[in-house]
């Protein structure tokens, strides 16, 4: 297929879609799938790793919240480091044994690392959930940050990713799966349920917790899936139902083009990382007619949809040219853009739908190039797009940077990254909970690695088969090890 011998090509839709259909008549998916993609995307995966392997903190496997901006570690991006380290593996970046004690390092400090309800910055955790941001050093809370769910959840999936993966009779492997067991199974959901049958957002040890639970359409699918799936501290299956009974004010679209929203688009990438929702559905899925994989493929599309649109008249929008999520930005203040007021921000959620949803013309490749399992035909042209247009400026040592927005080109200070006349400004982070997806969804579509490894998880059946879920891979019967190798569960 000539059509990919060339990653600086640009291809439309419609070419990338023929030569993928045309992959899949022939060897396996997961073959054809690896083979369509162009050589950039094994230098984007790599790259993508190395931020975990080489930014990490090798004595107890915390990972930065942002670099090369000295900074705090974030639990969420610790989880996607657990991830990627398996498929760091399997690529061939590293061997087993060197991920395995990356792995060690990383489950021992999470397990011993101090727990409990003292003000201040005394402990890591309380309750078996961690603090948002961790001290890169001493593992202890950052700051007076929040005790996140689903800070914690992120964390945890990769844990159990690892749990899975590392299924030898190595000593080694063997204290991977008790640890993982050990840090999943404290974790007390129903404490959680501030207001039940929902879980809160978070808790402050000085204030208490956080007045907002876990509703609407978002992230929180694995947050309930992983509390639904405990065997120790489970929430009740009317946890679910309550969560999807307030999903109504988020649907958009119509018939085949009908979709739970939410305007920045990690909410549609984040729980597919671990979870395989292609062909299952819950009780409210099923009532619509499509499941929660098809939802984001038309949420990636309708990304797509919005930049061509492009209300604000933001420069490099365009078909091959989309992307809006939680990402960094150039500055807190609003100044005159072809005749409008523009608020522009620094790091926020950006979604699409104009001002009301902060978009500030700021694009974010990781928006793209993690929706690479939902829509290939059109995610592969951006990347390449982007990475062509603007990869003098974005595109690095780790992949993409997090950020870059070709309509601000002020001459003013900015708050981070740089100005480049005549191009607008440009990010000089990574942040690790963007790269994170950027390598596990690429993985998810060549090798349904991450999905594959994680549908053999007995949590992962449990938590989805408690909220409902039937059809596709759950008909399957559970292969799993004996509950013995895979928790301590008492």
Known sequence: MTVFSKPRVLHTAASVAFAVSALFAGAGVAQARDAALPPMFDDLQRRTFDFFWETANPAN???????PTPSFSSVAAVGFGLTAYPIGVERGYVTRQQARERVLATLRFFRNAPQGDAKGTSTSGYKGFFYHFLDMKTGLRYDKVELSTVDTA???????????????????????????????????????????????????????????DWKGYNEAMLVYVLALGSPTHPVQPEAWKAWTSTYGDSLEGKGDQEYLAYPSLFIHQYSHVWIDFRGIRDEYMGKRGYDYFENSRRATYAQQAYAIANPLRCKGYGANVWGITASDGPVDKTLDYGGIKLPFRTYTARGIGGLKHYDDCTLAPTAAASSLPFAPEIVVPAVLEMKQRYGEWIYGRYGFLDAFNPSFDYDIPVSQGRTIKGKGWVDNDYLGIDQGPILAM??????????????????IRRGLERAGFTGGWLRQPEKVKPAAEMAPAQ
């Open 154 to 212: 992120l964390f945890l999936a990769g844990a159990l990713f690892c749990q899975s993966y590392f299924d030898g009779d190595d000593p080694a492997e063997k204290e991977i799966r008790k640890l993982a067991a050990e840090i999943y199974e404290r974790v007390d959901w129903t404490w959680a349920q501030a207001r039940k049958p929902s879980i809160a957002l978070g808790w402050h040890p000085e204030s208490g917790f956080i007045p907002y």
């Open 61 to 67: 496997g915390l990972v930065p919240d942002r670099h």
């Open 442 to 459: 690429t993985e998810n579509y060549r090798s349904d690695f991450v999905w594959r490894v994680m549908r053999g998880h007995p949590v």
